[in-house]
């Protein structure tokens, strides 16, 4: 059984892919409701209830588009080098910005960061100019503050490297 919750990279907030063997359907416990029965599902060819059309054609489209521009290997690639752009501005910026996440658990979806010890001012005056520049959403979770920087399959290297050159003009302005 495969169950990939895979929003935000094969398409909108929300979106679920499940995939069962066939020898699997049907074993649920007996007060497993119905409508999370993977049998009931099965057996209505995955029609059991309204599923969200909207979600699944994104998906169908973003697949689409994945198989055409070489596929799950030409994606990872992708996101390998979007993370590593800005990881490495990140490292190598003599701690004016830093990462709160080890380096062993870092993910390459969401980069967190801290401008100059967590400096809110810096940090403002950075989203600001950010969001001239048309790079948006980058203010951290409202809790923790900082930025963050969400590089899902539909963010295009080039608008990571935008954003570090940005990084590398206001450290240079700032440090």
Known sequence: MIYAGAQKNIGPAGV????????LLGKELPEC???MSWQTFAKADSMYNTPSCYAIYVMGLFLKHLLKN??????EALAEKRAK???DVIDNSNGFFACPVDKECRSRMNVPFV???DDAGLTKQFL????????????????????????????????????????????????
Do not use: W
Request: glycine share 12%; aromatic share 4%.
């Open 115 to 117: 401008i100059k010890g």
């Open 70 to 75: 070489g596929g799950i290997s030409q994606c």
């Open 33 to 35: 409701p119905t409508s």
């Open 85 to 87: 752009l800005l990881y």
């Open 16 to 23: 679920t892919v499940v995939i069962v063997r066939e020898d």
């Open 128 to 175: 600001a100019e950010a969001t001239a520049l048309g790079l948006t959403n980058l203010a951290g979770h409202r809790s923790v503050g900082g930025c963050r920087a969400s590089l899902y399959n539909a963010m295009p290297v080039e608008g990571v490297a935008k954003l570090t050159n940005l990084m590398d003009k206001f450290k240079a302005k700032h440090a």
